[in-house]
């Protein structure tokens, strides 16, 4: 029998020790997610859960973290240029792909220097896409 999988729970990116507060300002103040409280037996290894309407970011306190500048984890966002316009304005370092897809997104890096990709939500169907 094939494993079937049915959805996706949540992503984990990390965060350095310590960093906590920063994320809490990057991730909730500007970004807009919520913070949840962890399960008082993961509470004591630090980092913090964020929630957003269809998002559920863990972020994990790493000793020896090294910022994931490949690897990255994509949001879907109402207004792809606002967003833009906010994270340039709080002066975030973002950045475009050189690659023209039919999709409208660009990449930020979050305060630790973790790459993130910012989807239009608009274009939606980025994954589920067969004609390019």
Not at 16 to 28: I, L, S
Request: aromatic share 8%; with cysteine; hydrophobic share 45%.
């Amino acid at each position: 029998m094939a494993v079937v999988v049915t959805g996706l729970d949540h992503v984990q990116g990390s965060i350095p020790p310590g960093g906590e507060d920063e994320a809490r300002r990057f991730y909730v103040k500007l970004l807009g997610l919520r913070e949840v409280p962890k399960p008082p037996a993961l509470k004591g290894r630090g980092g913090l859960w964020l929630v957003g309407d269809g998002v559920h970011l863990h972020l994990g306190v790493e000793a020896e973290f090294r910022p994931a500048r490949k690897a990255h984890i994509a949001l879907l966002v109402d207004d792809l240029e606002s967003c833009r316009s906010e994270l340039v304005a709080h002066g975030v370092s973002v950045a475009e792909d050189d690659a023209r897809w039919a999709v409208g997104r660009f990449y930020a890096f979050d305060p630790f220097g973790n790459r993130l990709e910012l989807v239009a939500a608009a274009d939606r169907g980025f994954t589920l896409r067969t004609a390019w």
